[in-house]
């Protein structure tokens, strides 16, 4: 456990960005509400996206992206700083996104309808377009985990450690997810 | 090569080129109201907490989970007052998570912060199973829960207006009055949700799944180093049962699922079995050759339990524990558990009792302690348990415990057994204080057995650490097969425990073995001074089970070693016993003993064997059990066996297979090697997967 926070440490450097949102995380906790204010103005954009990527459309990813400033919200204090803010609200991301389309799920919508109904999908223009919407689908058409390591490796581009790190597994875990996600992926694409 | 190779071409990485539009500038400004509102909410219920630092709080992680029926970790406080004001919300989930809920009631969630009271006490742990989750009540009573807050250990709290809801989106349908307030409180825990990171990792938990323990696999050893090799044995079968399911589905299990000491022991071996109660059980041991290695050695190591005689007839004192939550309401959960448990009840004669309690979906004693004569009855009342309810029962686990002891059969078996599909709301939130109390009752002669239904949301992880605690075995129930071996075949194995805290230990001769490594056993693994230590609790043995552990060795020169020697060597040279290979040690205690005896046995060359054809067919089986879990887990020391020899070495083991779960196992290796075949590597070694990968 000491080891994997050193690393994380480690990993992340010092940059002024970095030290901004910390500097405003510590004055959120403090019960700022302006640097709260300042701190989720600048991670909605990447929430939104990254809701974005995972769901496919519009109406879900606002949704989601709203949740996740509300959580955020409240869940602020709890934040200890241990690993990197962007991690942290990742993984709350994530959550939100499982939470609503499990939720679909619940209310008889089939799981797949999000995947073929992406009414807000920029239009393709070009052959190509169309094969990286056929990617999209079949990616966010994988069970949750496969879905998720997936994505933040390659979507995202994150380390397979700081993938582990947002989905709460350990390194080795991302891997073989990454690894089965490629062979359901195999037929499809 | 695979495609896995080419960075160039592969086509995960068109995923980087991601397309996603801007966010809209009203959604967002919306969005960032709401944030602020419900920080200004906590901040609000931060200034009202009278003390403690903040920095308190931060030790707090508050991970709900987020399907509806994941609220074993409720930390309820004592007062009776909140434990009302938790029933609501918690009337809500189950209600939202059946089947059975109205489309539009279901899940839509108000994204603001109403008048809601929340409590969040939380903690870390680093092995339990579970999360932490805390906190909703309703605003119903906003006078009452201040005064409960003031005097808890509350770490937010929502002011009682935060204005008015704006809501997520238009889709909301508007339930009635309580509902919404319900619904607001679970919103409430879901916003609890965020937990520091480092936390997440050490909770194995999560809401998306089944869950397992995460271990490593035995590393090899040097006997100069460590000669001594100590383990707690292990009956459990649920990771077999477990495996063969998510194959016959078309998935490979995860590594952490398959414990290859559970695959082995999940078939029956015919051990010769131990003559008398008193010492009950002899070991089998056959040295042979490594069929995955050709330069090291096998060490197999059977045991069988003592089969008391018909005449010998303990009499049983049953007390069922149903999860009835709505999550049980698919048709391999609760309907094959009632048919499951109807069989066990044939099973039973005059002076056995059985009770049922129910808990999760509805609460309370379903079946006061019957006579397991009276079929009718106990059918009867089998028959009537419904998924699904209204109202948490939690007071399950205290209740059932309560019915074995006014039941209590001396010198009977007396045992609860849990049957869930992976909540463990039974009343006692703290995974710790549960395993306390289930150790407590197991002291005082009550012990209890898990039986794990369907899948998606199993609890294996909890499932055996309750089990161990307490005594009994932890089974997965994927069918009604599987039931039938558990309940009926193996029935004198589950209920009739003829020896308890079993350890084995193994001290190789440094003179003939350079290595070993055990299979299997990671989480069994115990220190070398826990075995003479009668205090250390160990797994448990019943009537007719066979244990099997298998070791690979590398005989001393035969150049197989993998870890050179030291160049300083050794500076004792120990007097050697001669050619025996390595002593065997064994510690049992009688199920009403609580003084260990000893078994001791030295593994002499008489049990070598050059080739594996002269190894009995048990002994050639188990070995292709160990090869086929080695490599489906993605073992470093499987070697390069294929499937096609595993399968052929099987074959070669399957022997009579009466109950035919040999042959059951031999087209479960046809799958396996389908769904991951030999070229199929270790995502590890794929550069295109990983820029890290230890």
């Known amino acids: 456990m000491h080891a994997a926070v050193t690393e994380l440490y480690a990993a992340s450097p010092i940059d002024p960005r970095h030290a901004l949102t910390q500097a405003l995380v510590v004055r959120a906790q403090n019960g700022d509400v302006e640097a709260f204010g300042e701190l989720i103005g600048d991670h909605y954009d990447m929430i939104h996206r990254t809701a974005w990527k995972w769901c496919g459309n519009r109406a879900d990813a606002e949704d989601i992206a709203q949740d996740v400033c509300v959580k955020l919200g409240s869940a602020i204090s709890s934040f200890d700083g241990r690993s990197a803010f962007s991690s942290w609200v990742y993984r709350i991301t994530l959550n939100a996104v499982r939470d609503l389309q499990r939720a679909g799920k619940r209310r008889g919508r089939h799981s797949d309808a999000y995947a073929e109904v992406t009414p807000d999908e920029h239009p393709a223009d070009q052959e190509e377009a169309a094969t990286s919407r056929q990617l999209w689908a079949a990616v966010r058409q994988l069970p949750e985990k496969q879905r998720d390591a997936v994505l933040l490796v390659y979507a995202e581009e994150l380390s397979h450690a700081a993938a582990a790190e947002i989905m709460g597994i350990r390194e080795a875990t991302v891997s073989w997810h990454v690894h089965e996600a490629r062979k359901t992926l195999r037929g499809l694409l | 090569m695979s495609d896995d190779n080419n960075m160039h071409d592969d086509p995960l990485n068109g995923l980087k080129n991601a397309n996603t539009p801007d966010p809209r500038a009203d959604a967002k400004q919306r969005s960032l109201a709401a944030g602020m509102a419900a920080f200004e909410a906590a901040q609000k219920k931060t200034q009202t907490t009278p003390q403690g630092n903040p920095w308190g709080r931060r030790l707090t992680s508050i991970i709900a989970s987020l399907k509806g029926i994941k609220i074993m970790d409720l930390r309820l406080p004592i007062g009776t007052a909140v434990i009302a004001l938790i029933a609501l919300p918690l009337g809500y989930q189950l209600y939202s998570s059946t089947s059975m809920t109205p489309a539009e009631v279901a899940v839509q969630r108000p994204a603001i912060v109403t008048p809601v009271k929340e409590q969040a006490k939380t903690e870390q742990r680093v092995e339990a199973p579970t999360v932490t989750a805390e906190p909703v009540a309703p605003a119903t009573e906003p006078q009452l829960m201040q005064d409960e807050t003031a005097s808890s250990t509350l770490t937010r709290q929502a002011p009682p207006d935060v204005g008015s809801p704006p809501t997520v989106s238009g889709k909301m349908a508007a339930p009635a009055q309580s509902m919404a307030a319900s619904a607001d409180a679970m919103f409430e825990s879901e916003m609890a949700m965020p937990a520091p990171m480092p936390s997440m990792v050490a909770l194995p938990t999560e809401p998306s799944g089944d869950t397992f323990t995460s271990f490593d696999e035995q590393r090899l050893k040097a006997v100069a180093d460590e000669p001594v090799s100590t383990f707690s044995i292990d009956v459990d079968t649920a990771s077999y049962a477990y495996t063969r399911r998510m194959l016959e589905d078309g998935f490979v299990p995860e590594p952490d699922a ?130 699904g309810g209204s109202t948490a029962g939690a007071e399950g686990i205290a209740l059932a415990y309560r019915l074995a002891e006014q039941g209590k059969i001396e010198g009977g078996t007396n045992r609860v057994i849990l049957a869930t599909d992976g909540d463990f709301n039974v009343g006692i939130d703290d995974p710790e204080a549960l395993e306390d109390f289930i150790k407590a009752k197991r002291d005082s002669g009550t012990t209890l057995s898990v039986l794990g239904f369907g899948q998606g949301n199993l609890d294996d992880a909890t499932m055996q650490a309750l089990a161990q605690n307490g005594n009994g075995n932890a089974s997965y129930i994927s069918s009604f097969r599987e039931a039938q071996k558990v309940l009926v075949e193996e029935m004198g194995g589950t209920l009739d425990m003829i020896a308890k805290d079993v350890k084995i230990q193994v001290e190789f001769n440094p003179a003939v073995v350079s290595e070993y490594r055990l299979i299997g056993y990671e989480t069994r693994a115990l220190n070398r001074e826990d075995f003479n230590n009668d205090k250390v609790d160990a797994g448990d043995i019943g009537a007719g089970h066979t244990v099997t552990a298998i070791y690979e060795i590398t005989p001393a020169g035969s150049g197989a070693e993998l870890i050179d020697p030291l160049r300083y060597g050794q500076t004792n040279e120990t007097p050697t016993a001669g050619d025996e290979i390595a002593f065997l040690r064994m510690r049992y205690k009688l199920p009403d003993s609580d003084v260990s005896q000893l078994i001791e046995v030295p593994v002499t060359p ?89």
């Open chain 2, 258 to 387: 398959v414990r290859i000491e559970e695959l082995i022991n999940y078939f029956p071996y015919d051990y010769p079995a131990a003559d008398s109660a008193a010492v009950p059980f002899k070991p089998t041991m056959a040295v042979y050759p490594t069929p995955w290695n050709p330069k090291t050695q096998l060490l197999q190591i059977g045991i069988k339990g003592y089969v008391p005689t018909v005449a010998e007839d303990k009499a049983s004192n049953l007390v069922f524990l149903i999860d009835t939550s709505g999550s049980m309401d698919e048709p391999d959960k609760l309907p094959l558990l009632k048919r499951a448990f109807s069989l066990l009840v044939d099973q039973l004669s005059a002076n056995d009792t059985v009770a049922i309690v129910v808990y999760a979906g509805s609460a309370g004693v379903v079946l006061e302690p019957t006579v397991a004569t009276d079929k009718a009855k106990i059918l009867g009342a089998l028959d009537n348990l419904a998924a």
């Open chain 2, 606 to 694: 008489d049990v070598v064997y050059g080739d594996i054809a002269d190894v009995s067919a048990d002994m050639r089986y188990a070995a292709a059990v160990a090869a086929f879990g080695q490599k489906l887990k993605g073992s470093d020391y499987g070697g390069e066996m294929s499937w096609d020899e595993i399968e052929a070495l099987a074959r070669s083991g399957r022997g009579a297979d009466d109950s035919g779960y040999r042959v059951e196992f031999i087209n479960l290796i046809k799958t396996a090697s389908l769904l991951k075949p030999d070229t199929d590597r270790n995502p590890c070694d794929t550069p295109a997967s990983g820029e890290v990968c230890q």
